[in-house]
């Protein structure tokens, strides 16, 4: 039989279930990563599990989140992360390494395997012909202890590219083009799978940006595959051991096929507050005689959407010379450390494009997330801001009234030159960007961890932030409550639980990030929660969708929510509100979305999930649709209460 490489891949790690489109399946994972936003807790929760070392073929655990240190706190993490995977067989790659993804893909990533990372951009390693999952920080946990990480077999979408992009049109731009097809919703329960002759026109770096940003389209993962440019990819990484040849078979059968011209491709955005509100450049930069160009305040290049080196040696190119518009900030994180390094090495005048970057102007920051999740860089008051990376929801830069775009790195130079959006087409010929034929690799950043037999000598290093986790209890028949909170479609983890550079360093701290949940859409949400001591939360479609922050689901269990009825939920998020026993329900009917009011007193029957509104007295037809082992986690009260229990398998 005709497979598809997601397939292949997938059937050859399945180790509970059959592969039948639909059925729940248990992975085994052949590699994790983590980051420090969401690590503390998912080592806390490793902890927990009393497992000595971990089980897998590789385990890494980055630095790349909360580096900006006004306070202990993230500082106190670090070195609680340092001390765990040290003594638990992790590797280690220390703050100033680079953004997890950026490095896992240069260092760690390999054809074929299967990977889950407590970060929703862990697709990013599908550029390299991996299944790799974005996935809560307990789910990583248990991969980690030898675990299956569980997930529904999903439906598999072909992305047909054909053609070749023009000069100035990039990765940034396919992707976009599939947002603005398929939607943010578009991809929930589907594997995005990328085919045909257009492929091999797109370097391992440039797949890694398409993959990345196929989380903006709910996608269990996206993947590429692995062939010539992958190869050479690994070769020039020292890695060539590592590389297999994967692709499809030739008759291999998607459940839906989307075709995609690379040569019809034009520049495009994405506009506030959306990664699929695409227009074209050519419209924003004010082409259409009729409209003004968008003045643009700030530029943020980088991030592991586009911090690559062919992406900075780019705008290197285009900033050359230049001076960065008097209106504009320009700032730069590169990807990764080797990506830096290799920026500062002397081109053939001599100079370095890092220093071109310096030069024109542009404001060089660490190679981690930064302004990607508020953690500096925040835009002024209703300021136009474009950055390359792969997020604008509303708030996330920390200015609530700032007005992000998403665009591609060329687009983003060319308009931080000319402080009004522009089409960098407009830029004359582009010269030729290669992958290089050798990376500079020194992994002297990454700490490895001890000896197993060494182990039980190192001494694991908590800081006074690190509060313990909160645990559910068991599901109790019925569960009558209030809805404290009724909120619209599309509801990001940046408005349940928002990061930026204030409240990322209580990650650690469930009591006190609880006091942030839901401020963005109604700042009493906590108190008034408190208060009812248990209460019930109404949503629209798409529900939860971005990140894989646990905390999304940990706060409000800590403000006493008991479940969340909503239209539709993103994958990530739903599993860890079942992860930690909160109910996840869904309308049968969506236009008894309106006879719910924020206020309202429901029943939950937890035996059958049957609700009732008692204020209005009518009753609510619900979908609860669990697997067998998503009920136990729901009876247990969590996943790690089964965990403890030992009834895992
Ligand atoms: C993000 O891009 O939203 C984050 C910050 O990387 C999150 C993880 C987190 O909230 O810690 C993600 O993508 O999962
Ligand atoms: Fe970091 Fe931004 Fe990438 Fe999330 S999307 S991992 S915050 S760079």
């Known amino acids: 039989m005709s497979l598809t490489l997601t397939e292949k891949i997938?059937?050859?790690?399945?180790?509970?279930?059959?592969?039948?489109?639909?059925?729940?399946?248990?992975?085994?994972?052949?590699?994790?990563?983590?980051?420090?936003?969401?690590?503390?807790?998912?080592?806390?929760?490793?902890?927990?599990?009393?497992?000595?070392?971990?089980?897998?073929?590789?385990?890494?655990?980055?630095?790349?989140?909360n580096t900006l240190q006004s306070g202990f706190e993230n500082a106190d993490d670090h070195r609680y992360i340092g001390s765990?995977?040290?003594?638990?067989?992790?590797?280690?790659?220390?703050?100033?390494?680079?953004?997890?993804?950026?490095?896992?893909?240069?260092?760690?990533?390999?054809?074929?395997?299967?990977?889950?990372?407590?970060?929703?951009?862990?697709?990013?390693?599908?550029?390299?012909?991996?299944?790799?999952i974005g996935a809560g920080g307990l789910d990583v946990a248990v991969a980690m202890g030898g675990g299956a990480y569980y997930i529904t077999y999903p439906e598999i979408v072909g992305i047909k590219l054909t053609g070749k992009l023009n000069d100035w049109v990039s990765?940034?731009?396919?992707?976009?083009?599939?947002?603005?097809?398929?939607?943010?919703?578009?991809?929930?329960?589907?594997?995005?799978?990328?085919f045909g002759d257009g492929v091999k026109t797109l370097s391992v770096p440039e797949r890694a940006t398409?993959?990345?940003?196929?989380?903006?389209?709910?996608?269990?993962?996206?993947?590429?595959?692995?062939?010539?440019?992958?190869?050479?990819?690994?070769?020039?990484?020292?890695?060539?051991?590592?590389?297999?040849?994967?692709?499809?078979?030739e008759n291999a059968v998607y459940d839906k096929i989307l075709e995609i011209n690379l040569s019809e491709?034009?520049?495009?955005?994405?506009?506030?507050?959306?990664?699929?509100?695409?227009?074209?450049?050519?419209?924003?930069?004010?082409?259409?005689?009729?409209?003004?160009?968008?003045?643009?305040?700030?530029?943020?290049?980088?991030?592991?959407?586009?911090?690559?080196?062919?992406?900075?040696?780019?705008?290197?190119?285009?900033?050359?010379?230049?001076?960065?518009?008097?209106?504009?900030?320009?700032?730069?994180?590169?990807g990764s450390k080797q990506v830096f390094n290799m920026l500062s090495n002397p081109v053939s005048d001599g100079v370095s494009a890092l220093s071109d970057l310096i030069s024109a102007g542009a404001r060089i920051l660490e190679a981690t997330c930064g302004p990607c999740i508020g953690?500096?860089?925040?835009?002024?008051?209703?300021?136009?801001?474009?950055?390359?990376?792969?997020?604008?929801?509303?708030?996330?830069s920390g200015t609530k009234d700032a007005q992000v775009y998403l665009v591609s790195p060329e687009t983003a130079a060319a308009s931080a030159l000319t402080g009004v959006f522009t089409d960098p087409r407009c830029l004359g010929e582009m010269p030729e960007f290669t992958t290089p034929e050798n990376f500079h690799i020194n992994d002297n950043m990454i700490t490895l961890p001890a000896d197993a037999t060494d182990a039980h000598n190192v001494k694991i290093i908590r800081g006074p932030n690190i509060k313990e986790l909160p645990v559910n209890s068991p599901l109790s028949d019925k569960i009558t409550a209030?809805?404290?909170?009724?909120?619209?479609d599309n509801i990001t983890t940046d408005h349940i639980m928002p990061a930026g550079a204030k409240i990322l360093p209580l990650r650690s701290n469930i009591p006190a990030i609880s006091e942030h949940c839901f401020t963005v859409v109604d700042?009493?949400?906590?108190?008034?929660?408190?208060?009812?001591?248990?209460?019930?939360?109404?949503?629209?479609?798409?529900?939860?969708?971005?990140?894989?922050?646990?905390?999304?689901?940990?706060?409000?269990?800590?403000?006493?929510?008991?479940?969340?009825?909503?239209?539709?939920?993103?994958?990530?998020?739903?599993?860890?509100?079942?992860?930690?026993?909160?109910?996840?329900?869904?309308?049968?009917?969506?236009?008894?979305?309106?006879?719910?009011?924020?206020?309202?007193?429901?029943?939950?029957?937890?035996?059958?999930?049957?609700?009732?509104n008692i204020t209005k007295n009518i009753d609510i037809p619900v979908k609860s649709e669990f697997t067998e082992r998503e009920l136990a986690m729901l009876k247990a009260g969590g996943l790690l209460n089964l965990t403890r229990g030992g009834e895992l398998k």
Do not use: W
């Open 210 to 249: 398409i993959t990345n940003m196929g989380a903006e389209l709910g996608a269990t993962t996206s993947i590429f595959p692995s062939d010539k440019l992958t190869k050479q990819f690994l070769k020039a990484q020292g890695r060539e051991q590592d590389y297999t040849e994967l692709s499809a078979d």
């Open 84 to 132: 765990v995977a040290k003594k638990h067989g992790i590797y280690f790659s220390r703050p100033g390494n680079g953004i997890c993804h950026q490095v896992h893909l240069e260092r760690f990533g390999k054809p074929g395997k299967t990977l889950i990372g407590s970060d929703s951009h862990t697709p990013t390693c599908g550029g390299l012909g991996m299944i790799a």
């Open 523 to 612: 700042e009493t949400f906590p108190k008034r929660a408190k208060q009812a001591e248990k209460g019930i939360i109404v949503g629209g479609t798409n529900y939860g969708q971005g990140s894989s922050r646990e905390h999304a689901a940990l706060a409000p269990l800590f403000l006493g929510i008991k479940a969340v009825l909503c239209k539709s939920f993103a994958r990530i998020h739903r599993q860890n509100l079942i992860n930690n026993g909160i109910i996840p329900l869904t309308f049968i009917n969506e236009s008894d979305y309106d006879n719910i009011e924020q206020g309202d007193e429901l029943t939950i029957d937890n035996s059958q999930f049957t609700i009732h």
């Open 482 to 488: 209030s809805v404290i909170l009724k909120v619209e």
């Open 265 to 334: 491709l034009e520049p495009l955005a994405a506009c506030p507050h959306s990664p699929d509100n695409i227009k074209t450049v050519r419209e924003l930069s004010g082409a259409d005689p009729t409209n003004q160009p968008v003045a643009v305040n700030q530029v943020c290049i980088g991030s592991c959407t586009n911090g690559s080196l062919l992406d900075l040696l780019k705008v290197a190119h285009i900033l050359k010379g230049k001076t960065v518009h008097e209106t504009v900030d320009l700032s730069i994180s590169p």
């Open 171 to 194: 990765a940034k731009d396919v992707i976009l083009k599939v947002l603005q097809e398929l939607s943010v919703k578009g991809g929930v329960g589907r594997v995005m799978e990328y």
């Open 375 to 396: 953690m500096g860089q925040s835009p002024c008051s209703a300021g136009v801001s474009l950055r390359t990376f792969n997020r604008n929801f509303l708030g996330r």
């Open 10 to 65: 997938i059937n050859a790690h399945i180790i509970d279930g059959n592969p039948v489109k639909g059925s729940e399946i248990g992975l085994k994972i052949d590699q994790t990563l983590t980051q420090d936003a969401t690590g503390t807790m998912a080592y806390l929760q490793f902890e927990a599990m009393g497992i000595p070392q971990v089980k897998t073929e590789r385990s890494v655990a980055y630095i790349d989140h």
